[in-house]
């Protein structure tokens, strides 16, 4: 009987995605003091990638309408954190069918980012392995994103995986988008992703979300089934009810290339003060929509109403009212 | 590969500890109307076991500086639920060294209550004996909490599970009181209460505080592993960070005997509004005690005093001002 987890695995890699995931409860409209201070925390703290935002399609998505992390581009991200002198890589999100990511994606030797993570449906695989391409050829890491895992088959997960593993990502991120997997499906999946990996050396990843409480649960239970790249946010700041709290994440990882004080200082000098304007975290209608796992948009709408109170009005509205 | 997460096993009961744990929130002054709303509940519910307070000595914990639950006399007790006319199951929980047991608890005959846990800490194991011995005698189901394990040794872990496996109590409970302990750790404690346990025929319970937001999965890992009695609390409550939320628990439960909208209810109903007065859930300073494995003492005072948004501050003075 031996006591793993006092001891760690020097692979494991943490990404911060607290711009990122936080931009889709505020528009992306960080204050540029927010974004630094984050920055300067991953860079303290010991974390080993900051996703900065979205690489979003301007026809799609209009300028005005968003701050600057929906778009990332390089004179924005260059405006926080100049050439990046450190060693905290930088990441980008580029989802399928809403990016135009032939052109608005620069050739890495232009591009302060170290990594585009492609996020796509199951049935958007196709454009995601173009995607992927495109990405490794202009010189970046490539993450493979395919969210909400819990509402695809186990045979179109493995068709998924086929295609992607021939594909020249880096690393396939387990994703949870709606916070409804536990322990035992979080292991199965994390078991499958590295089978289909391993044949090409493939990392698998773990972004979670904490509609039921158990985003930092169930990336540990990734971690120890063999993830090695985990995502966290910090005080789990993301849509709806969040993400892994970084702090919570940093606190369990034994390796002390990790520095949690820098956490919570930038939790209670931008965080703590941001929970005052905007909400997220697991309340009741997230763990409905959770234990359901439906995408949370009806508990994002409710909470945002008068009735943000009237919980079973909600789950009656999401369980008998169908 | 199949999926048990969608099955049960009849044999796994459910006790809501939302009065007892929840009463070191406000000192066990809940209205009558919120502790019968909690009864209700539980009885809509399916829930198997409601704890309905302490069984404290009158003489260490003077009577004008609590309310009714940190005693729960027969009278207080029927004033709420009758003879207690339902499936449902009540239990109060007495403390080595705090509860005068020998005549505080009633045989039976004359109690509403079905059982009496008993909790202790390992120096106090003899003492646990002799409660657990006179409870069963005087005709209760007994359960043996011995709390704080994350604090002892695997040795006297041992030493308490061989004694209390000779006694009369029907449950041992592992009991995370500081929410410090990972899900490697509670399946190695429930493994090896369930092993002491076999020889003599005992349940194994599950008790978790929320303070890194694992009480939830915990749980579930105790279930995985064998656990057939557990604890929650509606939306949470209880002392410091809280409990595992019954509401995300019996959302996981899959035993059609459970209801969920009932527990809905009396959140909205009651336990939203208490949340207004009284202050329980897994902020940072709850986070930085589990993390270290130490009594929320200095966290509960912490938040309570004007410094509640210092987490910097606090986790100075826990880590490096010592």
Not at 128 to 144: F, L, N, P, R, T
Not at 253 to 264: D, E, Q, S
């Amino acid at each position: 009987m031996t006591a793993p987890w006092i001891t760690y695995r020097p692979e494991l890699k943490v990404l911060d995605c607290t711009i990122r995931d936080g931009g889709l409860v505020n528009d992306h409209a960080f204050e540029d003091g927010f974004v630094k201070a984050v920055y300067q925390a991953c860079v303290e703290a010991g974390i080993d990638y900051m996703e900065v935002g979205y690489k979003a399609s301007q026809k799609l998505f209009a300028r005005n309408r968003f701050g600057a992390w929906k778009y990332c581009d390089e004179d924005d991200v260059r405006r926080i954190l100049d050439d990046n002198p450190t060693q905290l890589k930088l990441a980008a999100m580029a989802d399928a069918a809403k990016s135009d990511w032939h052109t608005d994606i620069l050739p890495k030797k232009d591009s302060v980012l170290d990594m585009i993570r492609v996020a796509f449906y199951a049935h958007q695989v196709s454009e995601a392995v173009d995607m992927i391409k495109d990405a490794a050829d202009k010189g970046y890491e490539v993450s493979a994103n395919l969210m909400a895992v819990s509402t695809v088959t186990e045979l179109e997960v493995q068709q998924v995986l086929e295609v992607i593993a021939q594909s020249p990502a880096n690393v396939l991120v387990v994703v949870d988008s709606y916070g409804s997997m536990y322990a035992e499906q979080i292991e199965l999946l994390v078991k499958q992703y590295l089978e289909f990996g391993k044949q090409t050396g493939k990392i698998v990843g773990m972004h979670a979300h904490n509609n039921q409480q158990l985003a930092f649960a169930n990336t540990i239970e990734a971690i120890i089934h063999g993830a090695n790249r985990v995502d966290a946010s910090m005080a789990g700041l993301g849509r709806g009810a969040g993400n892994c709290p970084m702090e919570l994440l940093i606190g369990f990882l034994r390796n002390p290339k990790f520095h949690i004080r820098p956490i919570y200082r930038v939790i209670q000098d931008h965080l703590l003060p941001l929970s005052r304007k905007v909400e997220w975290g697991p309340f009741a209608q997230y763990n409905i929509t959770g234990q359901l796992n439906e995408h949370p948009r009806e508990a994002i709408a409710a909470r945002a109403g008068e009735k943000r109170d009237c919980y079973l009005e909600f789950y009656d509205k999401l369980t008998i009212d169908v």
